[in-house]
T-cell receptor, first 111, second 112 residues
C-alpha cells in the first residue's frame, strides 16, 4: 500500500464549478500536511498548508480528518488557470521533514 | 520565483555514465532535499542535507550520493546511470528540515 494515495483523475470541471478531491495517508504519526500544485513539466509550488481545524485561502479550502487519515481540497468557482496536477504532501513528526508525495490529482477546467 | 536554482535544466547521458546535478538554495535556507519524479508519478524523496550533513535518506541505492557546501548549495551525484534513472530531479530548500520546502525548476535527465 502506498503511503500517500490520490485519485489520479482527471477531474474535468466546467469553468465556475466546484471540484473536490481527497488524499489518504497510511501513517497515523503524520504531522504536517500540504497541498502543492504542479503545472505540466514544471516544479511543484506550495498551494496551502492544511491545519487540523481546516483552512481557506480564497477559493481554496483544505480539510484534515485525522481519524480517517485523509485530507481534502475544494476549489470553488474554478478558473481555467486552476488546471494543474494537485499533489498531496505528508510529513512525519520526526526530527526532519521528509516530504511524502502522492502521485497527484489532475484537474482540467474547461470553458 | 522561489529563489531555488538548479543546473543544468536538461541533460542527456548514456547508460553507465555518471552525472552531477547542482542546486542553489533560497537565501537563508540551510536545508536542501532532493527528489526524483518519474513521468506520471509524484516526487520520490532521495535524501536531505542539513548544515552539510545527510539528514535522512529515502529508498535509493548508494550510487545516488550528495553533498552540501558551506553556502548551503548542494550537489546530487548519480553513478552507473541506468535507463530507469531518466526523470525530473527536483531540489527543494527550507529553513530547517521540517518547514515548508520551496522547489527549483528541476533538471530533466534522459538516460539513453
Amino acid at each position: 500500500r502506498k503511503e500517500v494515495e490520490q485519485d489520479p483523475g482527471p477531474f474535468n470541471v466546467p469553468e465556475g464549478a466546484t471540484v473536490a478531491f481527497n488524499c489518504t495517508y497510511s501513517n497515523s504519526a503524520s504531522q504536517s500536511f500540504f497541498w502543492y500544485r504542479q503545472d505540466c513539466r514544471k516544479e511543484p509550488k506550495l498551494l496551502m498548508s492544511v491545519y487540523s481545524s481546516g483552512n481557506e485561502d480564497g477559493r481554496f479550502t483544505a480539510q484534515l480528518n485525522r481519524a480517517s487519515q485523509y485530507i481534502s481540497l475544494l476549489i470553488r468557482d474554478s478558473k481555467l488557470s486552476d488546471s494543474a496536477t494537485y499533489l498531496c504532501v505528508v510529513t512525519l513528526g520526526d526530527s526532519w521533514g521528509k516530504f511524502q508525495f502522492g502521485a497527484g490529482t489532475q484537474v482540467v477546467v474547461t470553458p | 520565483e522561489t529563489g531555488v536554482t538548479q543546473s543544468p535544466t536538461h541533460l542527456i547521458k548514456t547508460r553507465g555514465q555518471q552525472v552531477t546535478l547542482r542546486c542553489s538554495s533560497q537565501s537563508g535556507h540551510n536545508t536542501v532535499s532532493w527528489y526524483q519524479q518519474a513521468l506520471g508519478q509524484g516526487p520520490q524523496f532521495i535524501f536531505q542535507y542539513y548544515r552539510e550533513e545527510e539528514n535522512g535518506r529515502g529508498n535509493f541505492p548508494p550510487r545516488f550520493s550528495g553533498l552540501q557546501f558551506p553556502n548551503y548549495s548542494s550537489e546530487l551525484n548519480v553513478n552507473a546511470l541506468e535507463l530507469d534513472d531518466s526523470a525530473l530531479y527536483l531540489c527543494a530548500s527550507s529553513l530547517g528540515g521540517k518547514n515548508i520546502q520551496y522547489f527549483g525548476a528541476g533538471t530533466r535527465l534522459s538516460v539513453l
